[in-house]
């Protein structure tokens, strides 16, 4: 059977797919006779299957031409799947601890087929809902980021390496458009996606889209998002010229110069339902909203999350279990994650000084002195980033169209409500107050605060 032209593939019409593909049949061992194929997704985008036997495994990844959580009423391009095995394929390569193996892709079916991650391998997600503690989560992930992170940037790379890059990434435009969509526009305006716990937040939600300082902020930190992937088309001379002058005087914003906008190589959507773990394994999926973009919008998604996961937990104490040692290691995690992706970024950085990166030459930045405030000066912006990113999708996860089950698994509406509204209250103070936080023991000492 050809499959020459794209169709959705079921059950059955997967299992003709598989066979007609060598480098997936071959992990099954060409056998169909006792194959298990389940469709298991559960996120918001993509179709899912288990494909199994004795023999084998592998995990397929199916896009439709639509948001799954929705429907057919939100078309959404398909091509997001080769930006996902693009990411995929890229992260590997520089991390493949933490990166899933790719087998196969196909980008008419838009399809990839990957390692199963096979069980006791959980959503993380899922895991902080049941109070399960990875000690090795803030050290893989601090890993995974500081090197998919730096090795994309201009402190490694060639600015001609880096546009060539940029420039593919723009393709995924759409994704991007549905990111400034629902984390940064729908949560500060009336939108028939939102959804929030009413009537309890029926004021909160209001409120944000009352609040004039919040909008600010949020409309900078669009602007960073934003300009990453429209960046390639700025390239002309005069937006260089406007933002020059902008950026001479407008100091407070923390640009860190026009090339640096897209920053790196991004996963786009690293909340906690983007890894699946174990206690000794972490394994980064998922990355169809790769694109050049801003570093901390990848931290501020795992730091955000780590923050959802905390503010949910009094919401699933019970009288066997409070939480609260729990909540002790979530915070331990955030601070872990922070301080340990710090210390691998720079290293990083140090031991490739005198490389091909073009960001800091090796001939202008040539003493210990302005090295070192070079890399405060970066390392700081970044944590200010991450800190607003990460608030932002806080925000977003509450008001928004997508929620996280980290509240939504809190049957008792008035108890989620709670939990919710503290989670909110301390999203708003870290975004609006991200750039007074000088490390993150202070934040985990706001959020200790607003108990
Ligand atoms: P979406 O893009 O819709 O969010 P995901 O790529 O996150 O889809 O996958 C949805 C679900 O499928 C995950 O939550 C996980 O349960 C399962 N899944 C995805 N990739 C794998 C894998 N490699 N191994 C095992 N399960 C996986
Ligand atoms: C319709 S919004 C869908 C969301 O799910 C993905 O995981 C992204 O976070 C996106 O914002
Ligand atoms: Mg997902
Ligand atoms: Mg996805």
């Not at 089950?405 to 503290?422: G, H, L, V």
């Amino acid at each position: 059977m050809a499959f020459s032209e794209f169709r959705p593939l079921h059950d059955n019409s997967l299992i003709d797919y598989i066979k007609s593909v060598p480098a997936l049949s071959s992990k099954i061992g060409n056998d169909f006779d006792n194959l298990f194929v389940k469709e298991v997704g559960d996120g918001n985008l993509n179709f899912v299957f288990i494909v199994l036997n004795s023999a084998g495994s592998f995990v397929i990844i199916h896009a439709l031409p639509y948001v799954r959580s929705i429907g057919e009423s939100w078309a959404m391009t398909k091509e997001r799947s080769y930006f996902e095995w693009l990411a995929l394929k890229e992260k590997g390569r520089l991390c493949p601890e933490h990166v899933p193996e790719v087998y196969h892709f196909d980008r008419t079916m838009s399809l990839i087929g990957m390692r199963y991650l096979e069980p006791p391998h959980i959503i993380l997600r899922k895991g902080l809902v049941a109070g399960i503690e990875y000690p090795l989560l803030a050290e893989h992930m601090a890993d995974f980021m500081a090197k998919t992170l730096f090795f994309t940037s201009l402190l490694f790379r060639t600015t001609s390496e880096h546009k060539r890059d940029v420039a593919e990434y723009c393709g995924n435009v759409e994704l991007c458009r549905l990111t400034e969509q629902v984390v940064f526009s729908d949560p500060y305006k009336v939108s028939e996606y939102n959804r929030w716990t009413s009537p309890y937040l029926d004021h909160d939600a209001e409120a944000l889209r009352e609040d004039n300082l919040l909008k600010l902020e949020v409309a900078e930190l669009k602007s960073k998002y934003y300009d990453q992937h429209s960046s390639f088309i700025a390239v002309c001379a005069a937006a260089i010229v406007v933002l020059g002058f902008f950026l001479l005087y407008y100091k407070s914003i923390h640009f860190c110069s026009f090339c640096e906008r897209a920053q790196a190589l991004i996963h786009g959507d690293l909340h906690t339902s983007s890894m699946m773990v174990t206690h000794e394994s972490t394994q980064v999926i998922d990355p169809e909203f790769a694109f050049y973009g801003p570093m901390g919008y990848d931290i501020g998604a795992f730091l955000g999350n780590l923050i959802l996961a905390y503010c949910s937990q009094d919401g699933h104490a019970d009288q066997k279990n409070d939480r609260k040692a729990y909540k002790e290691w979530i915070l331990k995690t955030i601070e872990d994650t922070w301080n340990l992706f710090q210390h691998k970024f720079t290293a990083l950085w140090d031991e490739h000084r005198n490389g091909a990166g073009e960001a800091y030459l090796p001939a202008i930045y040539n003493n210990p002195e302005v090295q070192l405030l070079v890399q405060k000066k970066y390392m700081t912006d970044l944590f200010h980033d991450s800190l607003g990113f990460g608030a932002a999708k806080m925000i977003r996860r509450i008001v928004g169209v997508a929620h996280v089950e980290d509240f939504e698994s809190i049957a008792d509406a008035a108890k989620r409500a709670t939990c919710e509204k503290r989670a909110l209250d301390l999203a708003k103070t870290i975004l609006k107050e991200r750039r007074k936080f000088e490390g993150i023991a202070e934040i985990v000492s706001a959020i200790r605060k607003h108990e």
